[in-house]
């Protein structure tokens, strides 16, 4: 092992760092089928925008769809632009990886700013190496717009004290972004921020000309996409902000979400807050400076706001990890030798252990040894028939041999940094090329839906819809282009095709009568959800 050639140099700077967190985007971001809930959903309202004619409202399945626009707009783009290339979810989910990118961008040049040229390239690393975003970054997810605009947020206040006029751009950009992106609850997570470079740095009063300016810039630029809307979509518009409106006039669960987000947090943000523990203590007597104040105090008003705001789930705990990032930047960096052994001795042991197992259940599923195993896979997934797939075995095996090369890395401070962030990328890229098939064979409806658009004639017209979820209208959307109708309250419609979702006898019964069952249907494996579809008698 240790004749083994350097594989990169430490710290990790140019066009080593953005190989590295490229690697990092682009892992398991492609290659798989739109995945049931939160990730086919978001895909079906993109695609919808590539239909002829598609204004600049949201639908899907030829339903409204209220939410905020700007994700789905940067999906459609990505969609048009690179559709030709690779498969259209892949093409559309593209806009995940960039909004990614541009958080680990702005944490790179706010660690800089914070804490040096040498420090700078851990922080966007253990942002990368944070358990809560690897998921989240790889599938399509709007959140992933207002984490890129907290991080922003977080270099402007960086920037503001040296460079007030660069400070508003930055801030001026990510209020909009979250503004476009997550509404008006987006807008007001970050006004939680806003206070912050006034209350934390020397220079009070000629921070506020600049902020001032980048209010005035975000609501101008904010009333201008408003207007275009009210022009394009008026309908969509209105109904947009009265659910927006609505939203404020629920009772608030502030106690309950916040202690859901503290329940998340220590595995979720694994390893970054004892990282950002172990920097508080190191700081203990210069906790107030600026470059640990600053992302404390971040954190602290996110965790205070986002419950007030935002409902307490993974995908909004998310917006935690930037200020803790930055915050367990010096920490890392500044490891006792025996600690900074030992999380490199644990990255590399348990992400090779890791990736042992995925290569030993990949053999299970296509070969069938062992045997005891491949029988356990097809209990999980019954009907599952494995198969060699050259191109995803070339993958796999390429990237294994390249985590055998990272074990030659040099001793440095980024060393135990750099190995756990790339560890993690490979078992996410290991895990989503060799286990594709069966992961795609319990989550995609892609079968499911083929198998209905047979039974449907080629112009089937309307299809009511009866206790259809949102992922299984999404899904049936985006594979055939199907469209539905609900039922009115009387259970009554005017289409002559009804398609049923349910679990049960009375679940599974047509609304109305003169209803005449033509198919029964659902994925291999799943008891829970069964459709039905029925035609009308003539």
């Excluded at 004639?457 to 992922?471: M, S, V």
């Excluded at 259970?491 to 109305?512: F, I, K, M, S």
Aim: proline letters at 7%; one cysteine or more.
């Amino acid at each position: 092992m240790a004749r083994l050639p350097r594989p990169l140099n430490l710290p990790p700077t140019g066009w080593t760092l953005a190989g590295l967190l490229a690697f990092y985007v682009l892992a398991g971001l492609f290659g798989h089928d739109p995945w049931k809930n939160e990730d086919v959903i978001h895909l079906a309202v993109a695609r919808d925008f590539l239909d002829p004619g598609h204004g600049l409202g949201l639908s899907m399945a030829g339903q409204p769809f209220l939410a905020p626009p700007l994700y789905y707009w940067s999906a459609a783009l990505t969609g048009k632009l690179f559709g030709w290339l690779l498969p259209l979810h892949d093409a559309l989910r593209l806009a995940s990886g960039l909004w990614t990118a541009l958080s680990l961008t702005a944490l790179y040049y706010a660690g800089r700013e914070l804490y040096g040229q040498h420090s700078a390239a851990a922080t966007p690393l253990l942002l990368a190496g944070s358990f809560g975003l690897l998921v989240r970054a790889h599938e399509a997810q709007p959140m992933l717009v207002l984490l890129a605009a907290t991080s922003l947020a977080l270099l402007a206040c960086a920037l503001l004290r040296r460079k007030p006029a660069a400070g508003a751009v930055l801030w001026a950009t990510a209020l909009t972004l979250a503004g476009l992106g997550q509404g008006l609850a987006g807008l007001l997570v970050l006004f939680a921020l806003l206070p912050l470079p006034i209350a934390l740095l020397p220079e009070r009063r000629a921070l506020l000309l600049p902020l001032g300016a980048s209010l005035l810039a975000a609501g101008a630029a904010l009333t201008g996409v408003w207007l275009l809307l009210a022009a394009q979509a008026p309908l969509w518009l209105g109904a947009w902000a009265a659910k927006e409106i609505a939203l404020w006039a629920q009772p608030s669960g502030y106690a309950k979400d916040l202690l859901t987000l503290l329940d998340l947090l220590p595995w979720f943000s694994w390893p970054l807050l004892p990282l950002a523990a172990w920097s508080l203590w190191l700081r203990r007597h210069a906790w107030r400076a600026p470059d640990i104040l600053l992302p404390l105090a971040a954190f602290l008003a996110l965790l205070a706001a986002l419950p007030a705001y935002l409902a307490a789930r993974e995908t909004t705990a998310i917006l935690l990890l930037p200020p803790l990032a930055l915050l367990a930047t010096p920490g890392v960096l500044n490891l006792r030798r025996g600690a900074a052994n030992a999380f490199d001795w644990f990255s590399g042991m348990a992400f090779t252990v890791f990736a042992v197992l995925l290569w030993i259940g990949w053999s299970a599923m296509v070969f069938g040894w062992p045997a005891r195993l491949a029988a356990r896979a097809v209990i999980l997934e019954p009907g599952f028939v494995g198969h060699f797939d050259a191109f995803y075995f070339g993958l796999a095996l390429i990237v294994s041999l390249w985590w055998v090369w990272l074990f030659a890395l040099p001793r440095s401070p980024y060393r135990c940094l750099t190995r756990w962030s790339a560890g993690l990328a490979t078992i996410w890229l290991l895990a989503v090329s060799l286990w594709l098939p069966w992961i795609d064979y319990g989550k995609s409806y892609r079968p499911l839906a083929a198998d209905l658009a047979r039974q449907l004639p080629p112009e089937p017209g309307c299809i009511a819809a009866r206790n259809l979820g949102e992922a299984q209208r999404a899904s049936f959307a985006f594979f055939e282009r199907l469209r539905f109708s609900a039922v009115d309250a009387g259970g009554e419609t005017h289409c002559r095709w009804q398609l049923v979702q349910g679990n049960t006898r009375a679940e599974l019964r047509p609304a109305g009568s003169g209803w005449q069952r033509v198919w029964e249907g659902s994925r291999p494996g799943d008891r829970k959800e069964r459709f039905r579809l029925y035609r009308r008698l003539d």
